[in-house]
């Protein structure tokens, strides 16, 4: 029931179609305001899925997106909370016995899996708090846009919290203090803070010894000396590479400025093995994509791609490691160093605030796990060598038992 479509081109890259196939323009619109005020291509795939899925559920209960008042919110809010994700057959399954959608509808609370390597939460089969989250704030930001526009419902179907709706935000902020988010959706839910989780060195290691090939090696290698998101990582040219200076220019995700980052002489030297195996098979020169499939025909490598090579990594070990916890490794290992001011770390990894930087001084979840451990493995080595003194002589054993309670 509708869709999200790729248009392949730099003008409107996404267009939302209703089930008759006809463009929805108020979506379109919101979608080219995005895109003027310097949205990126993701990000408008991003708010265009949370838009597909609400004008779903409109279509399905019947009402016009400009008709949708707070009960249709609230409604929509619920559903997302307690109904399953749609599971997809994959294509090459389709019409088989036994493919059939599982049902996700259920009211009880479905147990949390952890994988026994990583100890990262398994996907769930409901929606998680941050998609509901997003969501919300996409809708709000919708509905806002096409009330600047004279179009629409009156009043937002997704409004603000009764509590901060009638006051100014941060009316009373102490300027000592960071600003609180204080202008929270009614129908926000509670996003519990999330801890970045590291890949330890000796998983670490396992896991770069199962790449198979020397670009995988050279991406790894990059990840986890730069920093950098992949994003960024993928969209490094030819041009950009700096052996000599050690260093990568990349386009910064939120900014769009190019920066250089500073990478370890072992990604430089994958690289080149990389760039010598794939010589004279793929084009060269400046403005020319650095990573490239390994297949012919020679493609650049998308984000999709990679993250496919990484999964099938992560199936040899058992694990559910994902490209970004590379970025946290990289992260925590600059903090770690005491040589390393936090204001350069805060610089390489591109953040806007300190603040966002300072999570990675929080102690690692495996680090804390390993110290209290052996915390109790060492008092019960002190109990077991504990050994009784003995009393002094001219004392009966039996009289001081007495006098100490040791014996009835």
């Given at each position: 029931m509708g869709a999200l479509v790729a248009t392949d081109t730099c003008e409107e890259p996404y267009r939302l179609l209703d089930p008759s196939g006809t463009v929805v323009e108020p979506v379109a619109g919101f979608l080219l305001d995005l895109q003027a005020a310097g949205r990126s291509v993701a990000t408008l795939r991003s708010y265009g899925m949370d838009l597909l899925r609400w004008f779903r559920f409109l279509w399905a209960v019947g009402v016009a997106w400009d008709r949708a008042s707070r009960i249709e919110a609230r409604d929509f809010s619920r559903w997302l909370q307690l109904a399953g994700k749609p599971a997809r057959v994959h294509w090459r399954r389709r019409g088989q016995s036994g493919t059939g959608i599982e049902d996700r509808t259920s009211m009880a609370p479905l147990p949390v899996t952890v994988n026994q390597v990583t100890g990262k939460p398994l996907p769930g089969k409901k929606y998680a708090a941050t998609t509901i989250a997003h969501s919300e704030t996409v809708l709000r930001a919708f509905y806002d846009f096409q009330a600047e526009m004279s179009a629409g419902p009156v009043i937002n179907p997704f409004p603000l919290a009764r509590a901060r709706r009638a006051g100014r935000a941060n009316a009373h902020h102490n300027p000592?203090?960071?600003?609180?988010?204080?202008?929270?959706?009614?129908?926000?839910?509670?996003?519990p803070r999330r801890i970045p989780?590291?890949?330890?060195?000796?998983?670490?290691n396992e896991l770069f010894a199962r790449l198979p090939s020397h670009r995988d090696r050279a991406l790894v290698a990059f990840f986890v000396s730069t920093g950098a998101r992949a994003a960024e990582l993928l969209g490094v040219t030819q041009d950009g590479v700096d052996p000599g200076m050690q260093v990568i220019s990349v386009v910064r995700k939120g900014s769009r400025a190019v920066q250089q980052l500073p990478a370890s002489p072992d990604a430089?030297?994958?690289l080149r093995l990389y760039q010598v195996e794939l010589e004279g098979r793929v084009p060269?020169?400046?403005?020319?994509p650095l990573w490239w499939t390994l297949r012919r025909p020679h493609r650049p490598l998308t984000y999709h791609a990679l993250h496919r090579m990484f999964e099938r990594v992560n199936d040899t070990l058992g694990a559910n490691w994902t490209l970004h916890d590379l970025r946290h490794t990289a992260a925590y290992r600059m903090a770690e160093d005491p040589a390393l001011p936090l204001t350069d770390v805060q610089h390489v990894l591109g953040h806007a605030h300190l603040t966002?930087?300072?999570?990675?001084l929080t102690p690692r979840q495996d680090d804390v796990i390993r110290r209290v451990l052996a915390h109790h493995a060492g008092q019960t080595a002190r109990r077991a060598a504990q050994v009784e003194p003995t009393p002094a002589p001219g004392y009966r054993p039996e009289t001081l038992d007495v006098l100490f309670g040791r014996r009835p």
């Open positions: 000592m203090e960071p600003f609180r988010n204080e202008r929270t959706g009614l129908y926000r839910p509670r996003v989780r590291s890949i330890p060195d000796e998983v670490f430089f030297v994958w060269r020169g400046r403005g020319r966002t930087t300072q999570i990675y």
